[in-house]
């Protein structure tokens, strides 16, 4: 019976392992109590200021929505225009806007709100 439940015990663990070295490798935040995934292709952080900077020069409209500019938020479909992001800042599938004052990196088909830049 002893050797029954180590053998199950021993199947299991090698079932779960690689569930478990899977689960390690994203890297998530919790914002609202929904765990949010860090995307490598958002924004480098040595990037930020001068993406910051290509934002002013642009002059991109800032749009009002209510509420907070969080990072799992989903933008408005109407009344929010979202942009391409130069190739300059790295390749990304995201496009950007600026709302509420706060630029952020926002998924385009659903309109999920990916990166704060900061």
């Known amino acids: 019976m002893r050797n029954k439940i ?12 690689p569930i478990a070295a899977a689960a390690q490798s994203t890297v998530g935040v919790v914002r609202g109590g929904v765990v949010v ?3 490598v292709d958002a ?3 040595d990037q930020r ?3 910051r900077e ?4 642009e002059r991109v409209p800032t749009y009002a929505i209510p509420g907070q500019v969080i990072v799992g ?8 225009t979202i942009y391409d992001v130069p190739q300059t800042f790295g390749v990304t599938p995201y496009r950007y806007t600026v709302v509420n004052g706060r630029t952020v990196l ?4 659903s309109r999920r709100i990916v ?4």
């Open 6 to 17: 180590l053998a199950i015990a021993a199947i299991a663990g090698a079932i779960s392992a």
């Open 37 to 39: 995934e860090q995307d």
């Open 54 to 57: 290509y934002i002013v020069r």
């Open 43 to 45: 924004i480098a952080v």
């Open 115 to 118: 990166q704060v830049v900061e």
């Open 106 to 109: 926002v998924e385009p088909r």
């Open 73 to 80: 938020g989903v933008l408005p479909e109407a009344g929010v």
């Open 49 to 51: 200021p001068a993406f």
